[in-house]
Each structure stands twice: as structure tokens, then as C-alpha cells.
């Protein structure tokens, strides 16, 4: 019969989300935002292979009726980036969130680690890095070591800061750094070629 999810909590999203008759699904509605925060935090997209899933076949709509999910409700993708980087994004509206942030990046490269969430960062640089992975003894120092935060600096909601500009380009005629082009790129992302 599979999970019934809004039962008694209400559901996460709207339910056409659920739905790829009503244009819904997880990967239309994320990868335009992976596309934009990956190229302009590391680097352009050049590829990108997904698979979607949907991992709850029934939800229940904003009246209480059951019906058949008929879009993905999960994605896990792989994305090619400039200078050979490689990006592995999973998101998910399956779960229920259960963690200190919403989205949560971690960056590994030849220099050092980070981890990104909305109020934190964490960094550990190459030089700081200490142990092995694995669990051959208990003597094997603890793999957290270096880990540093980056000072907190205090930023406004983004959406309202590019919108923000938006208007002050359209009013005031100042410059915007975004054309057409940059909006379509997100949404070519998800669509298969």
C-alpha cells in the first residue's frame, strides 16, 4: 500500500510538487538552484547525470485526499564543473528535516575541507588535517582535528538582495549583473538533451 504521508502533520510542499502532470518533481524545482549556487560558490556547470526516484508512490493533498505521486520526490546527481571539479548533490522531500541546517555543502579539495551551512562554516585546511580514515585501532587520533569556524558575517535573505537589485535596475536604471542567459542556464539544467 506504501507510506501515506500528511496524515496528521500536514504535508512539507504543495501538492502539485508531487505531480509531473502539473509540472512538479524534484529536479525541475531544485537543480535550477544547485546550478547558480554551484557556479557562482565554485565553478560552472559542464555536465550533469541525475537519477530521480519516487520514494513515496501516495501523499495526501491540502483536502485530505489520497492520490498517486506521480514525480520524483528525490534526486541524486552528479555534476561536472569547470577545471574537472566533480559535485555529488542528493536532496530529498521525503524526510522530514532533522538537523542543525536545511542545506548543509560540504567541499573537499587538495587544500583543505569545508563545510557551508546558512549560519556556520567550518573549514580544515591540508596542513591541518590529522589521522587516517578507518578503524584499524583505537590509537588513531580523532579525524576533527584542525577544524576551524569562520567568523560569523551577518547577510540579508538573498532572494530579497537579487530582487532588491532587480528593481533598482528597472527604477533606477544601475546595473544588473544577471541577463536572460544566467536565468535560463538554471533551467536548462534539468532538462535532458
Known amino acids: 500500500m ?3 504521508w500528511g496524515r496528521g502533520a500536514g504535508a512539507q510542499r504543495p501538492s502539485w510538487n508531487y505531480r509531473a502532470e502539473d509540472g512538479g518533481g524534484l529536479i525541475l524545482d ?7 549556487v554551484l557556479e557562482y560558490l565554485i565553478a560552472p556547470v559542464r555536465g550533469v547525470m541525475a537519477l ?34 566533480i559535485a555529488q548533490i542528493n536532496s530529498s522531500w521525503c524526510v522530514r528535516v532533522n538537523r542543525d541546517e536545511l542545506v548543509e555543502f560540504q567541499i573537499d579539495g587538495t587544500h583543505g575541507s569545508a563545510v557551508v551551512r546558512a549560519a556556520r562554516v567550518q573549514i580544515q585546511p591540508r596542513e591541518l588535517t590529522r589521522g587516517r580514515s578507518g ?3 583505537s590509537r588513531t587520533p580523532r579525524l576533527r582535528g584542525g577544524v576551524e569556524r569562520v567568523p560569523d558575517e551577518p547577510f ?21 549583473p544577471y541577463d536572460f542567459v544566467s536565468g535560463a542556464k538554471g533551467v536548462q539544467l534539468p532538462r535532458p538533451a
Open 2 to 4: 506504501g507510506v501515506r
Open 30 to 36: 531544485m537543480f535550477c538552484h544547485w546550478s547558480y
Open 52 to 85: 530521480g526516484a519516487t520514494h513515496v508512490p501516495e501523499r495526501v493533498d491540502e483536502r485530505g485526499r489520497v492520490y498517486k505521486a506521480t514525480a520524483d520526490d528525490a534526486a541524486y546527481g552528479i555534476f561536472q564543473l569547470d577545471g574537472g571539479i
Open 135 to 137: 578503524i584499524r585501532t
Open 156 to 176: 540579508d535573505n538573498g532572494f530579497l538582495v537579487k530582487w532588491e537589485q532587480f528593481l533598482r535596475h528597472v527604477v533606477r536604471d544601475e546595473p544588473f
